[in-house]
């Protein structure tokens, strides 16, 4: 069974640029995460969704993020402008359990370096 | 802002002993995750614990929850030095106004040394 697969696994941008991060989670997996993790912290949340809706998007900043999940499958999260503080690894998890916080499971990442 | 608090933040031990992680918690919560991050595999689960229930085993790891302590440990037996890497616990747990959120710890960074 393949994994969440996200892209790009690495991005450097200058501040004030957009970036996008995409995901595809596990087939079958009707829930989707976004996470930020910086250095030495646990992840935090960012955003849920269950199918195409946004359950829990209260931890997103919606100054700068988006994020959209077309047709309930894959997902984008979009920073416009990056800020030098953006800098983190991007994660993305899926569930195959809906209605709550279940075992997630979650891909590699995308690392941001803003300069 | 951290729900959940791991400790300690680093624990060093030698193959074959047993490794003990705690997490404690503030508010009250549906179940609490471990989860285990190395730079190979990324972060993977290990364990939920339903607040109902007090205690599970996975393999060598073991969990305990102790609701009235709002406290939790992992317990991973017979060590190796594959299981070198950073542990978190999350709690899916109150946030107010009706709403739960899962919230990750800072985490354990466990070595293992051969």
């Known amino acids: 069974e393949a994994g969440v697969v996200q892209s790009p696994r690495y991005k450097i941008i200058e501040k004030k640029q957009p970036v996008a991060f995409w995901c595809n989670p596990i087939?079958?997996?009707?829930?989707l995460y976004w996470y930020l993790q910086n250095l030495g912290q646990g992840p935090e949340l960012l955003i849920r969704?269950?199918?195409?809706?946004?359950?829990?998007d209260s931890q997103l900043p919606k100054d700068r993020f988006s994020a959209e999940r077309l047709k309930g499958v894959d997902s984008t999260l979009k920073i416009q402008p990056a800020e030098l503080g953006d800098s983190a690894v991007y994660l993305c998890?899926?569930?195959?359990?809906?209605?709550?916080?279940?075992?997630?499971?979650f891909g590699p990442g995308t690392r941001l370096t803003v300069l | 802002s951290q729900q959940g608090e791991e400790d300690p933040q680093a624990l060093s031990i030698q193959e074959g002993e047993n490794a003990t992680m705690n997490c404690s918690y503030k508010?009250?919560?549906?179940?609490l995750q471990w989860y285990r991050q190395n730079s190979g595999r990324g972060l993977v689960h290990l364990i939920l614990?339903?607040?109902?229930?007090r205690e599970k085993h996975s393999g060598r790891l073991r969990v305990t929850l102790d609701t009235s302590k709002k406290s939790s440990s992992l317990l991973i037996t017979a060590s190796r030095a594959a299981d070198t890497a950073s542990y978190f616990c999350?709690?899916?747990?109150?946030?107010?106004?009706?709403?739960?959120?899962?919230?990750f710890g800072k985490g354990t960074k466990l070595s293992v040394i051969p």
């Open positions: 999350a709690t899916d747990a109150y946030s107010g106004a009706g709403s739960y959120q899962l919230t």
């Open positions: 614990i339903r607040s109902n229930e």
């Open positions: 087939s079958g997996h009707n829930t």
């Open positions: 998890a899926s569930s195959p359990r809906s209605g709550g916080y279940n075992e997630q499971f």
């Open positions: 969704y269950e199918n195409e809706e946004a359950v829990d």
């Open positions: 508010t009250s919560i549906n179940n």
